[in-house]
């Protein structure tokens, strides 16, 4: 089975997220993050396996991040 990865950087490590089923993991390189994630999903998928067929839909969205709106939401 293929998942998608999404990797940042977070102070020295790097975490590393399955946005289908929800798994994450890190580690000290991107590598490293990857394959700890492949083995916390395969883990995961031991215990809740996947229907075959079933595949969240992936896709992007935009939010403004100008002044007037940072304002509104903190409140001031």
């Known amino acids: 089975m293929l998942f998608s990865a999404v990797v ?6 790097y975490v590393a997220e399955c946005p289908e089923m929800g798994t ?12 700890n994630l492949k083995e916390a ?3 995961y998928l031991e215990e809740f396996p996947v229907e075959v067929g079933s595949k969240p839909i ?4 935009e939010v403004k991040t100008d002044a007037k709106a940072s304002k509104k939401l903190s409140g001031a």
Request: hydrophobic letters at 30%.
């Open 8 to 13: 940042h950087k977070e102070d020295d490590r």
């Open 24 to 35: 994450a993991s890190q580690g000290k390189t991107i590598e490293e993050a990857l394959a």
């Open 41 to 43: 999903t395969e883990l």
């Open 58 to 61: 992936m896709t992007t969205f």
